[in-house]
């Protein structure tokens, strides 16, 4: 009896210990998943808000942008949108010139891929997911960019900011993910300048919306 009893307490013992150690595991796990997203949120509250601007020259909304362990992060708050999906990219200029934003330049792709993660030979960087406009026309969204920065220099990642800087465009219609070179996504419609082609600048507004540079 006393051999029965000692080792129900050793196994009662051990697995004490080891759901402790379990649970430890974990805690570490939240902690640090907690302090990735602070992280997270911390560079995109510091960093400036660019406006975004549609095809009249109106600001709709702002970007925020910052970096995250997994890469550049995009935060969107615009409305005045046409209700539906949208192609969002980044494009490899930081220039929103009315009335179409073709100063913009094409897709960010400093890899030399085709367009689309439905090519086989796809996809660019700045090959971003479809967004979502609500019946209400307000778009707000947080896009992870993978294997790109835009501030803090990440090992094996690409520089958004590099260049002649970058803007975000949204675009008409919703991008298929295929069609070179842009995914049959229509018109240009709202533009934001994530940065100028002056290092570390980022864009402002003048009085008119028109985006304008500011190395503030």
Not at 76 to 92: F, N, Q, S, T, V
Not at 106 to 129: E, F, I, Q, V
Not at 136 to 150: E, K, W
Not at 196 to 212: I, N
């Amino acid at each position: 009896m006393r051999h029965i009893l000692f080792w129900t307490a050793t196994a009662a013992a051990a697995a004490l210990v080891g759901g402790c150690d379990s649970n430890r595991a974990e805690t570490d796990a939240n902690i640090a998943a907690n302090d990735s997203d602070a992280a997270v949120q911390a560079s995109t509250d510091d960093a400036p808000a660019v406006p975004m601007i549609d095809a009249s020259g109106k600001v709709i909304g702002e970007v925020r942008s910052g970096d995250g362990p997994d890469g550049a992060r995009l935060m969107i708050d615009a409305r005045g949108l046409p209700p539906g999906e949208h192609g969002l990219h980044i494009h490899d200029a930081g220039l929103c010139e009315l009335p179409d934003f073709k100063s913009a330049g094409g897709h960010w792709n400093p890899t030399g891929k085709k367009h689309g993660s439905g090519s086989a030979d796809g996809a660019h960087l700045g090959d971003l997911s479809n967004v979502t406009v609500g019946a209400d026309g307000v778009l707000r969204t947080d896009v992870a960019v993978a294997g790109t920065y835009l501030r803090t220099a990440q090992p094996s990642a690409q520089a958004i900011l590099g260049g002649d800087g970058a803007a975000l465009v949204v675009h008409a219609k919703a991008d298929d993910y295929k069609t070179d070179p842009s995914g049959d996504s229509g018109d240009r419609i709202a533009c934001a300048v994530l940065g100028t082609a002056e290092a570390g600048s980022v864009s402002s507004t003048d009085a008119s919306g028109t985006a304008a540079a500011n190395t503030q």
